[in-house]
């Protein structure tokens, strides 16, 4: 388990946001939304992620997590022709998610997401290894002929820090329909290091990512990030409008509450 190492500068800005008391919901009431959005935008400038990727601060990890497979859901459904977020997933065989060593939270928030912890099909991992072999993960997308599955992919496996091949998988969607999540929550910021760097090459071509600020930026608690390729379905997947909250404005993301 990994415990947070707060910098004495990251102690006093939550001391500081905790004393200022503002509340999220809008970019009209306080700055802290854009706040947020630069932040959102300088994590990607230290993952060099592109300009299309957009996302939101949530409590931590799992929930990250959670938000991340939100998303896969929706994106799943829609290829069937169904919307996920306004009809259930009534209409839908159940969803295939694809992993070798996903992370207790990933199951969680499968189980509460409705898609249940039996929805993970296990590939089998490289030999004393937590990485996915691809060479039976790409047998599994072909047996499943380019039906919309999941595939969830490690950048820093829990117990022993492995990485999955992203640059390889990122190859496999040019070829097979799947959404592509990465948990990066221990090991995304590898980006970083010119030393460890290659070891999340394709985390780009990910359509969500977890991330959690308080292990290696050194940050408290409650820092954790989701990231996506597919903003939009940000909105329609956790948009929460009623009057009092007022409207997002024309192309912002809505953030998750």
Same mark, same amino acid.
């Given at each position: ?15 500081? #946001? ?14 802290? /939304? ?18 299309? !990727? ?5 409590? =931590? ?9 939100? %998303? ?40 509460? %997401?409705?898609? =249940? ?16 072999? %691809? ?27 492995? !990485? ?6 990122? /190859? ?5 329909? !799947? ?9 995304? !910021? ?11 090459? =394709? ?7 977890? %991330? ?24 329609? #997947?956790?948009?929460?409008? /009623? ?15």
């Amino acid at each position: 388990y990994v415990t947070g190492g707060a910098t004495p500068a990251s102690v006093v800005a939550d001391w500081l #946001v905790s004393l200022y008391d503002q509340n999220t919901t809008g970019f009209g009431d306080s700055i802290d /939304a854009h706040i947020e959005t630069e932040t959102i935008e300088m994590l990607k400038s230290l993952l060099s992620l592109p300009s299309s !990727f957009g996302g939101a601060f949530v409590s =931590g990890a799992t929930l990250s997590t959670f938000v991340g497979l939100g %998303l896969a859901r929706q994106w799943v459904a829609k290829q069937h022709g169904v919307d996920a977020s306004e009809e259930g997933l009534f209409k839908l065989s159940p969803i295939k998610v694809l992993s070798s060593s996903p992370h207790t939270t990933s199951i969680k928030a499968l189980s509460m %997401l409705g898609m =249940g912890r039996s929805c993970v099909e296990q590939i089998p991992s490289i030999k004393n290894r937590e990485a996915m072999d %691809l060479g039976f993960l790409e047998k599994k997308l072909g047996v499943l002929n380019d039906s919309p599955v999941i595939v969830l992919a490690s950048a820093g496996t829990a117990n022993t820090g492995d !990485f999955d091949d992203l640059e390889k998988i990122a /190859a496999l969607k040019r070829k097979y329909s !799947f959404w592509l999540h990465v948990d990066g929550a221990f090991g995304a !910021f590898a980006a970083c290091s010119p030393q460890h760097a290659h070891l999340v090459k =394709g985390i780009d071509a990910a359509d969500s990512i977890t %991330l959690d600020c308080h292990k290696w930026l050194n940050v408290p608690y409650d820092s954790g990030v989701a990231l996506t390729r597919h903003p939009q379905l940000l909105t329609e #997947v956790f948009h929460n409008f /009623a009057p009092y909250l007022g409207k997002p404005k024309e192309g912002q993301t809505v953030y998750v509450h």
